[in-house]
Structures are given as structure tokens and as C-alpha cells.
């Protein structure tokens, strides 16, 4: 006889009543809770079983009372390009909880959207201030790295450009050991992140997250330098980021922007789901050291993390599944070497007990290392009002360009400052363009980071504005540099920036580079149309005309196009700090998901590269796809 369960309260007899429904109902509502809360309650009593050796291998200050300690599936450490990404990809899952933690602040500062705006930050409180220590190469000098200390991270404070690199460049990362990161792999990552308004092709996405546009206001200027440059042979290039042709050529860059407002990954991504119940963002809470617990003959085990809240109080957020480390090219490393992943000297040195040696961690620093020509207008009345609107604070006071930019998302407000620019080989023997042109169209300093140089004062380009001439300048950027740097903790404080050194020039080829930008940028000047607004040569100065002078100028003016990357490289050699799934080598439960994973730095701004990282590493820690993918299975189809 079959049998089936039915309620108590049922009779065969008697029809049910909307009372006896009722009833029912809640008694069975109460037994799902019931099950919810013991499920929740196994969960807690299963991690607190797996804490005990935690409890056992800690140091004595991480035992120490936390005023708050909780529980996620994943803690995601920095709330930067990366990190934003991974945070609203993972919490499309609704099962899964996800915690954030940002150092910074929310990204609510009015500059931040304003794409002209972006020299006010430099050197804020929202900006993390790095420096490197003094380098007798660069004749006693330090070299300057703001990096974005706000949601967002330094893509919220970059100037917008959106570049790829050439699918050499992909192709180089799978040499190095990256496996399933080559340009076929890689590129579904670009076009499902990308909302194109050119709209969508073989290499643009449309209907992601990251809006790319096209300036909605360039200088006459940039268009002079653009048709200046092809009267030197230097072809026109409407896409840097199209692969099915050669990176090389003049144009004009397109930009993370939307009706002339930024987007960052903090206003792409993050916004849109902020109300998410299982997703929690915060900020002003600054990670001390990643959790490790370690059981006899197993590898050790990312438990959770402990950090600094704004008022100072220590707090513990523990994780189910992973931390993800997503601190950037400068804080990933430093807080793996904080948290005893690291050399073992370095960690020794400043009593951290080792919990997982890797050498590997802080090395293979990159950088794009930049020279500036700058010139005075021939006119300086011609453009004195174009100048003032673009790079003085009359812009601020300037009513009419004001509401052009907030009613129309158009006019002087809408600049990156780098607007059009060229990728060139300055030798034939290359297989990719080793220098990128940037043009400026106005006077720059020939170190535009000088007046940081102890970060006494805020703010970029704003040094002397009273004074500065009218005028254009041209950045040349060593974008595939050979040179190699690193860092190190030298503290066993997270508040102190570690010891870097940029290892700029350590391979000549870089600073043979630069010096063949220079002569091309004085090539350029006295092209037309752009010969029309120059006037007098200043950096470097016209006195300055053997290669001896030139390359000591660029040796004391050099500064950084700000695209840190490598400093935790994946591979699976010995030196590689994570494997192609972006796990830490050794380590359970940790990944890094940020710029310092790039083997080789991109031919091209970092911004897109790091979004893109993220979104495949995403997919990887939901278990949609390994570190090898496929990529007709994968292309983002419109």
C-alpha cells in the first residue's frame, strides 16, 4: 500500500479549513527555519573546528580581542579596479556572501568624476603616495607613484585611457608560463566587460559594465598633432585596440567615460548592485595581515583576515571558500609579506614567522618610465583662453563651461589631458612598438611630479599656475621597458610603505627609448599643422642638443605614466608567486586578482588589462572555467 506524509492537522473527512491552512503554513514555515538556523548553526560550529589550529599556529597579536569578528563565503582585500570587478561578480550568486574592504575612502570626491579633475587628487588624502627610495642612477632622484587610495583604486585618478596592449603582449604572458592567458583567451574578458558606444565588432564588447567612448571634446590642438605626425610617415590608427592589425599609428585614444563623466570599476561595477543583501562594501578599513591556519603535513590555509576599522579598533572577518587578494601591484605583496608569505630573509628580519617562503613575492616590479617635451605657444594670445579653461582655475569659475560639462557631458572639462597620441617601433627589428607618444595641448612641467617630490604639497600640473605658459607638451613612454624593480616590507606596520626601487635603466634599451622620443617630439613640433602653435622649445632646452645632454635630462626629469604591474607574477617556474588559476603557490583558500599577477607589462595604459583579470578570475573561483579556456565557447557574442 502506498503511502504518503501529510499534515497532522488533515482530516480525509473533513475539508480544510482557511484556519487549518494557516496553521499549517506557519508550522511549516517554522520547521525551514529551523533547518536554516541549523545549517547555520553547523556552519559556525564547523568553523570553529577548523579554527583551532588556527587558534594554535597565530602569533600572539593576532589572538589578540577583536571588537567585531565575522563570517563570508569570500573576503575580497582592496576595493580597486580588480577588486570591484570580483566583488560584483561573485555576488550574482545570491547563496554566496561577499565582504570588501577598502583602505580608501568611498568615491564620492566631485574631482573623481570630473575627467579634468584628476590633478586635484594627485597627492591627496585619496591617494596612497608611494615613492622609491633614492636612486643614484636617476642622479639621486626618487621616483613618484600615486596610486589610488579611494573605491575604485587608481583607475578613479588616471586619465581614462582605455588600451589593451597587442596580442603579442598575450601571447608573451603564455611564454612565461601563464597558460590560458594567450590573446584567445583573454580577449572574451575584454569584450564581456566593455560597452563600446562605436558598438560591438570582432574586438569590442557592447552591453557590459565598463562604458568606452570616444572624447566628446578633443583640444585642436591634439587634431593638429594627429595630422602633424602622418606628414612624418606615421600612419593613422583609428583603433589601438583592434588585434587584427599592427598596434602602430596616430590617433586619438578612446576613454572609460559616459556623457563626459568617468567611469571607473567603483561606478561600473559596484554601484549598480550596492543593495545587494549578501554583498557588503566597506571602506576606511585597512587590512593588517591575512589568517593562516596550518594542520601537521598540510599546506597552510587562508582562514579570514584581521584589519584596522576607521576608528582604530581591531576587527576579524573569516572566510568559507577564499580570501582574494586584490591590494594592488604595491600593497598585494606587502601584505603577503605581512602576512608571512614572502622571502624568507625579509620576513625573517623583522620577526614574521614564514608561513609560506616565496622569493618570487615583490620582485619583477614594472613600470611605464615617461620623458616630457615641452614648448611654448608661438601665439600665446591665439590660445590663452583655451589653455586658462582647460588647466587654471578659472575653470572652476567659468559658468558656461561648467554647464556645457553638466548638461551637455561636453567641452574643456571632458579632457583626460592625454587625448591623441602614437605607438611607434623606434627600431625596425621590434615585433611591437616600444614607445608611445602621449600628446598634451598645454605646458607641462618637465617633471610633472616635481612639486610631490615629498608629497608637501597637493595636487599635479597645479604647481605655478599663474605663471605657466601657454603651450603643448608630448610624453614619451617607454611601453614595453626590459628594466626590472622590487620592493620590500620594511616594517612590520601596514601603514608604512615599503621600500621600493624602480629599477628604471637597468637595461639600456629603456632609456634608448626615450631619448628617440625626444628627437621624434622635436621632429613633430616643427610639423604641420602643429608647428602653428609652437614657439620656443623649453625641456629640454634648445642648449640641450648632444645625446650626452639629452640623456642626462631625462635621467633628472623621468617620472612614471603610472602603470605598476608584476610584483606577484603568475607562472609555474620557481620564481612565479601564483600559479594560472591566480592561487597563491603553496598556499589554500588565497588568490591574487590585480595588475601585480602581469608577467610582462602591456604596450598600453593598465586600467582595461586589470578589469579584464578580474572577470576571468571571477569565472575561475565560481568554477565556470580553469586557467585554460576555450575561446569559441567564451566570446561574448552581441
Same mark, same amino acid.
Given at each position: 500500500?502506498?503511502?504518503?506524509?501529510?499534515?497532522?492537522?488533515?482530516?480525509?473527512?473533513?475539508?480544510?479549513?482557511?484556519?487549518e491552512?494557516?496553521?499549517?503554513?506557519?508550522?511549516?514555515?517554522?520547521?525551514?527555519?529551523?533547518?536554516?538556523?541549523?545549517?547555520?548553526?553547523?556552519?559556525?560550529?564547523?568553523?570553529?573546528?577548523?579554527?583551532l589550529p588556527?587558534?594554535?599556529?597565530?602569533?600572539s597579536?593576532?589572538q589578540?580581542?577583536?571588537?567585531?569578528?565575522?563570517e563570508?563565503?569570500?573576503?575580497?582585500?582592496?576595493?580597486?579596479?580588480?577588486?570591484?570587478?570580483?566583488?560584483?561578480?561573485?555576488?550574482?550568486?545570491?547563496?554566496?556572501?561577499v565582504?570588501?574592504?577598502?583602505?580608501?575612502?568611498?568615491?564620492?570626491n566631485?574631482?573623481?568624476?570630473?575627467?579634468?579633475?584628476?590633478?586635484?587628487?594627485?597627492?591627496?588624502?585619496l591617494?596612497w603616495?608611494?615613492?622609491?627610495?633614492?636612486d643614484?642612477?636617476?642622479?639621486?632622484?626618487?621616483?613618484?607613484?600615486?596610486?589610488?587610495?579611494?573605491?575604485?583604486?587608481s583607475?578613479?585618478?588616471?586619465?581614462?585611457?582605455?588600451?589593451?596592449?597587442?596580442?603579442?603582449?598575450?601571447?608573451?604572458?603564455?611564454?612565461?608560463?601563464?597558460?590560458?592567458?594567450?590573446?584567445?583567451?583573454?580577449?572574451?574578458?575584454?569584450?564581456?566587460?566593455?560597452?563600446?558606444?562605436?558598438?560591438?565588432?570582432?574586438?569590442?564588447?557592447?552591453?557590459?559594465?565598463?562604458?568606452?567612448s570616444?572624447?566628446?571634446?578633443?583640444?585642436?590642438?591634439?587634431?593638429?598633432?594627429?595630422?602633424?605626425s602622418?606628414?612624418?610617415d606615421i600612419?593613422?590608427n583609428?583603433?589601438?585596440?583592434?588585434w587584427?592589425?599592427?598596434?602602430?599609428?596616430?590617433?586619438?585614444?578612446?576613454?572609460?567615460?559616459?556623457?563626459?563623466?568617468?567611469v571607473?570599476?567603483?561606478?561600473a561595477?559596484?554601484?549598480?548592485?550596492?543593495?545587494?543583501?549578501?554583498l557588503?562594501?566597506?571602506?576606511?578599513?585597512?587590512?593588517?595581515?591575512?589568517?593562516?591556519?596550518?594542520?601537521?603535513?598540510?599546506?597552510?590555509?587562508?582562514?579570514?583576515?584581521?584589519?584596522?576599522?576607521?576608528?582604530?579598533?581591531?576587527?576579524?572577518?573569516?572566510?568559507?571558500?577564499?580570501v582574494?587578494?586584490?591590494?594592488?601591484?604595491?600593497?598585494?605583496?606587502?601584505?603577503?609579506?605581512?602576512?608571512?608569505?614572502?622571502?624568507?630573509d625579509v620576513?625573517?628580519?623583522l620577526?614574521?614567522?614564514?608561513?609560506?617562503?616565496?622569493?618570487?613575492?615583490?620582485?619583477?616590479l614594472?613600470?611605464h618610465?615617461?620623458?616630457?617635451?615641452?614648448?611654448?605657444?608661438?601665439?600665446?594670445?591665439?590660445?590663452k583662453?583655451?589653455?586658462?579653461?582647460?588647466?587654471?582655475?578659472?575653470?572652476?569659475?567659468?559658468?558656461?563651461?561648467?554647464?556645457?560639462?553638466? %548638461? #551637455?557631458?561636453?567641452? $574643456? @572639462?571632458? =579632457?583626460?589631458?592625454c &587625448?591623441?597620441?602614437?605607438?611607434?617601433?623606434?627600431? *625596425?627589428?621590434?615585433?611591437?612598438?616600444?614607445?608611445?607618444?602621449?600628446?598634451?595641448p598645454?605646458?607641462?612641467?618637465a617633471?610633472?611630479?616635481?612639486?610631490?617630490s615629498?608629497?608637501s604639497?597637493?595636487?599635479?600640473?597645479?604647481?605655478?599656475?599663474?605663471?605657466?605658459?601657454?603651450?603643448?607638451?608630448?610624453?614619451?613612454?617607454?611601453?614595453?621597458?626590459?628594466?626590472?624593480?622590487?620592493?620590500?616590507i620594511?616594517?612590520?606596520?601596514?601603514?608604512?610603505?615599503?621600500?621600493?626601487e624602480?629599477?628604471?635603466?637597468?637595461?639600456?634599451?629603456?632609456l634608448?627609448?626615450?631619448?628617440?622620443?625626444?628627437?621624434?617630439?622635436q621632429? %613633430? #613640433?616643427?610639423?604641420? $599643422? @602643429?608647428s =602653428?602653435?609652437?614657439? &620656443?622649445?623649453?625641456?629640454?632646452?634648445?642648449?640641450? *642638443?648632444?645625446?650626452d645632454?639629452?640623456?642626462?635630462?631625462?635621467?633628472?626629469?623621468?617620472?612614471?605614466?603610472?602603470?605598476?604591474?608584476?610584483?606577484?607574477?603568475?607562472?609555474?617556474?620557481?620564481?612565479?608567486?601564483?600559479?594560472p588559476?591566480?592561487?597563491?603557490?603553496?598556499?589554500?583558500?588565497?588568490?591574487?586578482?590585480?595588475?601585480?599577477?602581469?608577467?610582462?607589462?602591456?604596450?598600453g595604459?593598465?586600467?582595461?588589462?586589470?578589469?579584464?583579470?578580474?572577470?576571468?578570475?571571477?569565472?575561475?573561483?565560481r568554477g565556470?572555467?580553469s586557467?585554460?579556456?576555450?575561446?569559441?565557447?567564451?566570446?561574448?557574442?552581441?
Amino acid at each position: 500500500m502506498k503511502t504518503s506524509f501529510v499534515p497532522c492537522c488533515y482530516s480525509p473527512t473533513l475539508k480544510c479549513s482557511r484556519f487549518e491552512g494557516k496553521v499549517w503554513k506557519r508550522a511549516f514555515s517554522s520547521v525551514l527555519i529551523y533547518k536554516k538556523n541549523l545549517r547555520a548553526y553547523l556552519r559556525k560550529v564547523k568553523l570553529c573546528i577548523s579554527s583551532l589550529p588556527l587558534v594554535a599556529s597565530l602569533e600572539s597579536d593576532v589572538q589578540s580581542n577583536f571588537v567585531r569578528s565575522r563570517e563570508f563565503d569570500y573576503v575580497i582585500i582592496g576595493g580597486g579596479a580588480a577588486g570591484c570587478v570580483v566583488a560584483s561578480r561573485l555576488s550574482e550568486d545570491k547563496r554566496s556572501t561577499v565582504l570588501l574592504l577598502e583602505a580608501g575612502k568611498e568615491d564620492d570626491n566631485f574631482y573623481i568624476h570630473v575627467p579634468m579633475g584628476f590633478p586635484y587628487l594627485i597627492g591627496s588624502d585619496l591617494d596612497w603616495k608611494y615613492h622609491s627610495t633614492y636612486d643614484e642612477k636617476l642622479l639621486d632622484r626618487r621616483v613618484i607613484w600615486p596610486r589610488g587610495k579611494v573605491l575604485g583604486g587608481s583607475h578613479a585618478i588616471s586619465v581614462m585611457l582605455y588600451l589593451r596592449g597587442s596580442a603579442n603582449d598575450y601571447r608573451e604572458w603564455e611564454r612565461s608560463g601563464a597558460t590560458g592567458w594567450g590573446p584567445e583567451d583573454v580577449l572574451p574578458y575584454f569584450l564581456k566587460a566593455e560597452n563600446n558606444l562605436r558598438g560591438a565588432s570582432a574586438y569590442h564588447g557592447k552591453g557590459g559594465p565598463l562604458r568606452v567612448s570616444d572624447l566628446p571634446s578633443p583640444n585642436e590642438m591634439s587634431h593638429a598633432f594627429v595630422v602633424a605626425s602622418q606628414t612624418l610617415d606615421i600612419p593613422p590608427n583609428k583603433d589601438f585596440n583592434d588585434w587584427s592589425r599592427s598596434q602602430e599609428g596616430v590617433g586619438f585614444f578612446q576613454v572609460t567615460q559616459a556623457d563626459g563623466k568617468r567611469v571607473s570599476p567603483s561606478t561600473a561595477y559596484l554601484d549598480p548592485v550596492r543593495g545587494r543583501r549578501n554583498l557588503s562594501v566597506e571602506t576606511q578599513k585597512h587590512v593588517e595581515k591575512i589568517l593562516f591556519a596550518r594542520e601537521t603535513g598540510s599546506a597552510p590555509r587562508a582562514m579570514g583576515v584581521s584589519y584596522i576599522n576607521s576608528s582604530g579598533k581591531r576587527e576579524r572577518a573569516m572566510v568559507r571558500k577564499e580570501v582574494i587578494l586584490s591590494a594592488g601591484a604595491y600593497g598585494t605583496p606587502q601584505l603577503l609579506m605581512l602576512s608571512g608569505v614572502g622571502p624568507p630573509d625579509v620576513l625573517v628580519s623583522l620577526g614574521i614567522p614564514p608561513v609560506m617562503p616565496l622569493d618570487g613575492v615583490g620582485k619583477n616590479l614594472q613600470d611605464h618610465c615617461a620623458a616630457m617635451f615641452s614648448c611654448k605657444s608661438k601665439n600665446p594670445s591665439k590660445d590663452k583662453k583655451r589653455r586658462d579653461l582647460y588647466y587654471t582655475e578659472e575653470t572652476g569659475k567659468d559658468w558656461k563651461t561648467i554647464l556645457t560639462w553638466v %548638461l #551637455a557631458g561636453k567641452g $574643456p @572639462l571632458t =579632457s583626460t589631458m592625454c &587625448e591623441a597620441g602614437a605607438f611607434l617601433k623606434t627600431n *625596425s627589428t621590434f615585433n611591437d612598438p616600444d614607445l608611445q607618444l602621449r600628446f598634451i595641448p598645454f605646458f607641462s612641467e618637465a617633471d610633472p611630479y616635481f612639486s610631490l617630490s615629498d608629497y608637501s604639497s597637493k595636487g599635479m600640473f597645479l604647481r605655478n599656475r599663474s605663471s605657466r605658459p601657454s603651450g603643448f607638451s608630448i610624453q614619451s613612454v617607454a611601453i614595453r621597458p626590459k628594466s626590472r624593480g622590487s620592493l620590500k616590507i620594511q616594517s612590520r606596520d601596514p601603514a608604512v610603505i615599503p621600500t621600493i626601487e624602480s629599477g628604471w635603466f637597468s637595461s639600456q634599451e629603456d632609456l634608448e627609448t626615450l631619448l628617440r622620443g625626444i628627437l621624434i617630439s622635436q621632429k %613633430l #613640433a616643427h610639423a604641420s $599643422p @602643429l608647428s =602653428s602653435y609652437f614657439g &620656443e622649445q623649453c625641456f629640454p632646452s634648445t642648449g640641450l *642638443s648632444k645625446k650626452d645632454d639629452i640623456i642626462r635630462y631625462i635621467l633628472s626629469t623621468c617620472h612614471t605614466a603610472n602603470a605598476v604591474v608584476g610584483t606577484c607574477r603568475m607562472g609555474t617556474d620557481k620564481g612565479a608567486v601564483v600559479n594560472p588559476n591566480l592561487q597563491v603557490m603553496g598556499v589554500e583558500r588565497l588568490r591574487v586578482v590585480d595588475a601585480s599577477i602581469m608577467p610582462c607589462i602591456p604596450g598600453g595604459q593598465t586600467g582595461a588589462p586589470t578589469v579584464m583579470i578580474a572577470e576571468k578570475a571571477a569565472d575561475m573561483i565560481r568554477g565556470k572555467v580553469s586557467a585554460k579556456t576555450s575561446f569559441e565557447q567564451n566570446v561574448c557574442k552581441s
